[in-house]
């Protein structure tokens, strides 16, 4: 009798356990440039960074965004020592729903989800929110250091 995956039973050894990995609810004003904004909540979410995933690579965090309205930037310019990626994913069909602005060395956008947005290592960056709801993703690179180590306020 052929098994199918549907059937077949799931059994596991705890071998890969701690590459399962629950998010922190946190306040970001301990993370280097940030700083609070009115309308804009002070929580991120990090999936991975050096404290949840020490042997890691990345540094992952989520921002819940709801009915945002022309915000002012909540973080500073700064750049990392390495590289990373925004991606902004909006509430409505097709991943739509937020409107930002970014900000890359001497340039601004104005950007509509879904969107990502490469940061390499060195370059000047910031972002704030012009409307919508959604959510915030960023990924950094940080070879097992703090998000506080490969930052630099510029």
């Known amino acids: ?4 995956q549907k059937n077949k039973k799931t059994t596991h050894k705890n071998k890969f356990k701690n590459l399962i990995l629950t998010p922190r609810k946190e306040l970001f004003t301990n993370m280097s440039a940030h700083h609070i904004v009115k309308g804009l909540t002070p929580y991120l979410y990090k999936f991975s960074d050096n404290i949840n995933n020490p042997k890691g690579k990345l540094f992952v965090a989520c921002r819940v ?3 945002v309205k022309n ?3 909540h973080v500073s310019y700064h750049s990392h020592s390495v ?3 925004y991606m902004w994913i909006g ?3 097709n991943l739509k729903g937020l409107k930002v602005e970014v900000f890359l060395g001497d340039e601004n956008y104005i950007l509509n989800s879904p969107v990502a947005v490469y940061i390499p290592a060195g370059i000047k960056h910031s972002h704030r929110y012009i409307k919508g ?3 915030f993703i960023g990924i950094l690179v940080t070879n097992g250091k703090s998000y506080n180590e490969v930052t630099k306020n510029v």
């Open 65 to 67: 965004l709801d009915n």
């Open 71 to 73: 915000t002012k930037p």
């Open 91 to 93: 509430n409505k069909k």
């Open 1 to 4: 009798m052929k098994r199918t």
């Open 83 to 85: 590289d990373q990626m």
């Open 133 to 135: 709801s959604g959510f």
